[in-house]
């Protein structure tokens, strides 16, 4: 493929090579990326010859800032039949079906977590089965900004957190690093961000066998005896501030959580972003990440996706995606008008209709 397609492919002897190629947008994931993303990963799985897939993203920012979300605002506003977006609908529905794939791919997939990886990104390398992040990480599921929700398996990965800290990020959006990837269980090995390299070719040179079992385990060796050392390693946020994080988050009701989160007064500057965060945050969002968590809490990673393509087609239809985006990146006054505009004035009717399906059977329920 040439150099303009967001999606460059190429093969470097047993192992497959994708790369996001919008390295101004962040690599931001758009329906091109995602549908070339899917056929190649099809086509690879069947290739014999190949052992190994590997995603990063071009230069040397961001894995993936997130989805394409300036399209879903220019696109919200064509409906089809069941009051939804027909590109919204399909934006995700293919998103998705693309993340569960690569949490079911059974060959091993290395996704090279450098930089920015935040939403969709967080999509991609959450489910691969070897998800590295190196010092210059930066996570994030900051959909609360926008007046969407932590999807993309998002109520999966949250909810097996340790403690609480899941929740405490869905409603603050609050950046983590590579450290904080390993504790919650959201990567697997930190290694230096100038090995990329020098692992690529360490993977090209393995002894492949026709086994994905047995070449899931030399992978797994060969990015291991690559770690950067704890002491390289960035210090730590959410360990660091896991008893503050239980004691905001132990209320049973989301308004205690929320308003103990809001109330925050201690001088940690990362803990003051995390309530500043959530207070300018879309209050509905505020609801869903409450209610996505606890119904969430045993249902199966196919069920979490249809949930969460419920969700997002009526959080986008219902506006609040369009004004929050309208507010962050299309006018950028960073003043959005959420309505309700607070949380106290969300009704629990206007959370469920976030929840009730538009469709008699899910896009997705082949899954």
Same mark, same amino acid.
């Given at each position: 493929?040439?150099?303009?397609?967001?999606?460059?492919?190429?093969?470097?002897?047993?192992?497959?090579?994708?790369?996001?190629?919008?390295?101004?947008?962040?690599?931001?994931?758009? /329906?091109?990326?995602?549908?070339?993303?899917?056929?190649?990963?099809?086509?690879?799985?069947?290739?014999?010859?190949?052992?190994?897939?590997?995603?990063?993203?071009?230069?040397?920012?961001?894995?993936?800032?997130?989805?394409?979300?300036?399209?879903?605002?220019?696109?919200?506003?064509?409906?089809?039949?069941?009051?939804?977006?027909?590109?919204?609908?399909?934006?995700?529905?293919?998103?998705?079906?693309?993340?569960?794939?690569?949490?079911?791919?059974?060959?091993?997939?290395?996704?090279?977590?450098?930089?920015?990886?935040?939403?969709?990104?967080?999509?991609?390398?959450?489910?691969?089965?070897?998800?590295?992040?190196?010092?210059?990480?930066?996570?994030?599921?900051?959909?609360?900004?926008?007046?969407?929700?932590?999807?993309?398996?998002?109520?999966?990965?949250?909810?097996?957190?340790?403690?609480?800290?899941?929740?405490? /990020?869905?409603?603050?959006?609050?950046?983590?690093?590579?450290?904080?990837? $390993?504790?919650?269980?959201?990567?697997?090995?930190?290694?230096?961000?100038?090995?990329?390299?020098?692992?690529?070719?360490?993977?090209?040179?393995?002894?492949?066998?026709?086994?994905?079992?047995?070449?899931?385990?030399?992978?797994?060796?060969?990015?291991?005896?690559?770690?950067?050392?704890?002491?390289?390693?960035?210090?730590?946020? $959410?360990?660091?501030?896991?008893?503050?994080?239980?004691?905001?988050?132990?209320?049973?009701? /989301?308004?205690?959580?929320?308003?103990?989160?809001?109330?925050?007064?201690?001088?940690?500057?990362?803990?003051?972003?995390?309530?500043?965060?959530?207070?300018?945050?879309?209050? $509905?969002?505020?609801?869903?990440?409450?209610?996505?968590?606890?119904?969430?809490?045993?249902?199966?990673?196919?069920?979490?996706?249809?949930?969460?393509?419920?969700?997002?087609?009526?959080?986008?239809?219902?506006?609040?995606?369009?004004?929050?985006?309208?507010?962050?990146?299309?006018?950028?006054?960073?003043?959005?008008?959420?309505?309700?505009?607070?949380?106290?004035?969300?009704?629990?009717?206007?959370?469920?209709?976030?929840?009730?399906?538009?469709?008699?059977?899910?896009?997705?329920?082949?899954?």
């Amino acid at each position: 493929m040439t150099q303009e397609s967001p999606l460059i492919v190429e093969r470097q002897g047993p192992v497959g090579k994708l790369t996001l190629n919008l390295p101004k947008a962040h690599n931001a994931l758009n /329906l091109d990326m995602i549908d070339l993303m899917a056929a190649q990963l099809d086509e690879w799985e069947k290739d014999e010859s190949l052992a190994c897939v590997w995603i990063e993203g071009a230069g040397d920012k961001a894995l993936c800032a997130g989805g394409d979300v300036v399209a879903l605002h220019r696109e919200s506003g064509s409906y089809g039949d069941n009051g939804a977006s027909q590109f919204v609908q399909d934006f995700f529905t293919r998103e998705y079906r693309l993340d569960y794939r690569i949490h079911t791919y059974a060959k091993p997939i290395v996704v090279w977590g450098s930089g920015i990886v935040m939403g969709g990104g967080i999509g991609i390398m959450s489910g691969a089965s070897h998800r590295i992040v190196t010092e210059t990480t930066r996570m994030a599921m900051p959909e609360i900004n926008i007046g969407l929700f932590p999807d993309v398996g998002g109520s999966w990965f949250l909810n097996r957190m340790p403690g609480r800290t899941g929740l405490f /990020l869905g409603l603050t959006g609050a950046q983590f690093n590579g450290t904080d990837a $390993l504790y919650c269980g959201m990567a697997d090995r930190l290694l230096p961000a100038a090995g990329k390299d020098d692992l690529l070719a360490g993977l090209q040179a393995l002894d492949f066998s026709a086994d994905p079992a047995q070449n899931h385990v030399l992978v797994s060796k060969a990015i291991q005896s690559r770690e950067l050392p704890a002491a390289g390693q960035p210090a730590p946020n $959410l360990r660091t501030h896991y008893d503050v994080i239980q004691e905001l988050t132990d209320g049973a009701t /989301l308004p205690e959580v929320y308003e103990a989160i809001a109330a925050y007064s201690g001088d940690d500057k990362w803990l003051q972003r995390a309530s500043a965060t959530m207070r300018a945050g879309c209050p $509905l969002t505020a609801w869903i990440v409450w209610e996505q968590l606890h119904r969430a809490r045993h249902m199966s990673l196919a069920d979490v996706l249809r949930m969460e393509l419920t969700l997002a087609v009526n959080m986008c239809n219902n506006g609040q995606v369009k004004e929050g985006v309208r507010a962050l990146l299309i006018d950028k006054d960073r003043n959005p008008q959420w309505q309700p505009a607070t949380l106290g004035e969300v009704t629990a009717a206007e959370v469920e209709a976030c929840f009730t399906a538009p469709w008699k059977v899910s896009p997705l329920a082949d899954l």
